[in-house]
């Protein structure tokens, strides 16, 4: 066990108060701020991470059963095939004045797990990739509207949608996104419409038919598509000559190698990876149709370091380690065991508790009016015992059996002591942030 006052005195936190004060928000992603997790608590930085393993700065190690660098470690941390592979690259010289051949190589692999599609652009990063897809749908239909639902980073043609309606983006997981910086002209160019709900698509699309250059959703996130949906959406895009995107950047690698699209059998024209496609290494990509994707030809879309050879080299070996071990099957029965882990905590101690979500992107949420508080509760008591805890958990290639074993004996205790507090009154830090918060200077 791990004291309280030892991980509130620990150089991460006193180092993350310096963060504040030098980056505004003190992180580079939302969704590793500390506040997200245990204010003044959580580890915050780490020294080194393998495996599924993390050790902070005061070499603190813990089991990561939380969001495994949301998602981007597929395979676990600091994985060695990956890893040398990427240490060959690097020895052979990382950019040149030449191309990288892994590009073409990394293109023809995602192409043979996707037929459908005939052309990739590559970024490095998941919100630079969503907004090259938007462009190149803008460029190929010469249209501007995009409809969406769902996250899709933080780029300005996402975020004008809270210009026309302040609260437009909160349905779609993040509330609170504030669009300053995003010039008022783009206002109404893109509108927010629900989720998994064919209707409120269509009610959204009545009478701008031919202004709707795209149809941009996430063809999963907690839960699998309504079955009916993907395909009545398919059939509108078609009927609107609009560009169907779909965001698979948490979706994708999660249930099947590749696209989740893959197994429900509908067809975007253009589809964007990242997170997991190279195992932690900054890569992402934008397969399309040939007939869309060559209107990145009519706009201009060219980066420096998108030419590095770093990312199409740990994306092949990620790819081909994944394909090798099946690792979907490794991960969804992983999942599975933690949200039954969770299912029978609660059941045992009598706490009402939702677990939602796919086996590999699976989360529990408290049913009380004090949520926060347990939530707080149950990543702090998690920490004391040795574990990066979480309401969400991301299922890698190096969760063990082991580590799942020593997990269930401490989501067992926790819920146990959760139980004997359901207000949280025992709770002796700040309570975690939900959305999007501005962190005021220290
Ligand atoms: C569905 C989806 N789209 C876009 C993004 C943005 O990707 P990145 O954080 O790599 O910019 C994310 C990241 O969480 C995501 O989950």
Known sequence: MYSLDDLKNSKGVALYARAKSLMPGGTQLLSKR?????????????????????WDLDEREFIDMSIMA???????????????????????????SLNCPEEVALAEALMELHPWFGMARYARSGGEAMGLAVRIARAHSKRDV???????????????????????????????????????????????????????LREKVRGKEKQIAAIVIEPARGED???????????????????????EITSGFR?????????????????IFAKSMANGYAMSVVLG?????????????????????????????????????????????????????????????????????LPTLAAFAFKSPHAQALNTRYTVEMLQRGFLGFRQFKPSLAHQ?????????AVDEVFKLIAADPSGG?????????????????
Request: proline share 5%; aromatic share 8%; net charge negative.
């Open 146 to 200: 995009v409809l969406f639902s769902g996250y899709h980073g933080w780029n300005d043609w996402y975020l004008a949608a809270n210009l026309a309606d302040s609260g437009g983006l909160d349905g779609q997981l993040m509330p609170g996104l504030e669009p300053n910086g995003v010039p008022r002209g783009l206002s109404g160019t893109a509108i927010p419409f629900d989720a998994n709900n064919i209707e409120s």
């Open 401 to 409: 059996t082991s580590d799942l074993d020593l997990y269930q004996i």
């Open 225 to 247: 598509a309504p079955a009916g949906y993907l395909k009545a959406l398919r059939e509108l895009a078609t009927e609107i000559g609009a560009v169907l995107v779909f965001d």
């Open 289 to 357: 149709t040939e007939k869309v994707m060559q209107a990145a030809q009519t706009t201009f879309i060219s980066s420096t370091n998108w030419t590095d050879r770093v990312g199409p080299t740990a994306a092949l070996a990620t790819l081909e380690k994944y394909q090798r071990l099946s690792v979907e099957k490794h991960l969804i029965e992983s999942g599975n065991r933690v949200k039954q882990i969770w299912r029978a905590a609660a059941q045992a101690h009598g706490l009402e508790v939702n677990v939602t979500g």
């Open 255 to 271: 249930m099947c190698a590749g696209g989740i699209h893959r197994n429900y059998g509908v067809y975007p024209d253009l589809a």
């Open 426 to 442: 025992l709770l002796c830090t700040p309570v975690h942030h939900a959305g999007f918060q501005r962190l005021t200077k220290e």
């Open 70 to 96: 949301v998602g981007a470690c597929i395979l676990g941390y600091a994985d060695d095939e990956v890893d040398d592979a990427v240490i060959g690259a690097l020895r052979s010289g990382v950019n040149s």
């Open 34 to 54: 500390p506040e997200m997790f245990a204010p003044d608590v959580w580890p915050s930085y780490y020294s080194k991470a393998k495996g599924c393993r993390v």
